[in-house]
């Protein structure tokens, strides 16, 4: 009877100190979810209403409800639908190269080599550089007058242009500038990926001889697809929501003629 009762003593005592941790871990949680909730969920479901609303930003308080008008409307504008096809060809692009480009590099610094680490952190620098200062190099490349690239398209005797003001190659370099800025990214963590694979199991497949291609077909890739889907998937979301590299670098266009800022402003030529 004793032992049944200490048995007892000591269960509600477990229950008590359970309960004591979850309401300890509800305190640590509360606070951060009111802020997420504040930050997150309060101007998602502002956006969601004002879709439904015609409104004005210097008159936000005299707002109309429209209904289904707003998206009616869009789905008639040709603008939508040339701007949609554009960020999914962009996002199609960008995302795959940057992967192929990143298990590439992943590979390289992965290789213990001398200088490996000086490299593996000058590769990082495109992707902390401010999205502001690349466009900024990037527009300097083709500027029409003294771009590098223009100098030496000229000193071949090619014509030269603003490149960020042409329909045919706008599109091109912005696929560009999101590869390189987003491959080391892409690489370094494929490349921490590569580093948990255990070493026994190259040299099990090598004493099979499995060959350096088969190696990585049947180790490598299936032990990086984890890492590989999380990073695919984060920056197609990224890529698909990405607004300040296309409007820093063409001002919204060259497609679409009403959009398109004046080359003379982005040139900086007056």
């Not at 499995?210 to 032990?223: G, V």
């Not at 990224?238 to 009403?258: A, E, H, K, W, Y």
Request: with cysteine.
């Amino acid at each position: 009877m004793a032992a049944e009762k200490r048995s007892n003593s000591t269960y509600v005592e477990e229950f008590n100190s359970l309960l004591k941790e979850t309401w300890l871990g509800y305190a640590f949680v509360i606070p951060t979810t009111i802020v997420l909730l504040l930050i997150v969920l309060y101007p998602t479901l502002r956006g969601v209403t004002m879709a439904f609303q015609e409104l004005s930003l210097l008159q936000p308080n005299q707002a109309e409800f429209v209904g289904l008008r707003n998206f009616s409307e869009m789905a008639a504008d040709p603008t939508f639908w040339m701007s949609l096809k554009n960020s999914v060809l962009l996002t199609t692009l960008a995302v795959s190269l940057e992967y192929l480009f990143g298990l590439g590099l992943a590979l390289v610094l992965k290789q213990k080599v001398p200088g490996i680490k000086l490299f593996r952190n000058v590769a990082m620098v495109t992707w902390v550089l401010p999205v502001i200062v690349m466009v900024i190099i990037f527009r300097w490349l083709v500027q029409p007058d003294f771009g590098l690239l223009n100098v030496i398209l000229g000193s071949l005797g090619l014509p030269t242009t603003y490149w960020f003001g042409s329909p045919t190659w706008a599109f091109p370099l912005i696929v560009l500038m999101h590869v390189w800025r987003n491959t080391p990214f892409f690489a370094i963590a494929l490349m921490a990926s590569m580093q948990s694979i255990p070493e026994s199991y190259y040299e099990a497949a090598s004493m099979d001889g499995a060959s350096k291609l088969q190696q990585f077909r049947y180790i490598t890739l299936p032990n990086i697809s984890y890492v590989s889907m999380i990073m695919i998937v984060l920056h197609v979301i990224f890529t698909l929501n990405n607004f300040d590299i296309v409007f820093l670098s063409t001002g919204g266009g060259p497609s679409d003629p009403r959009k398109c800022c004046d080359v003379r402003l982005l040139t900086g030529v007056r």
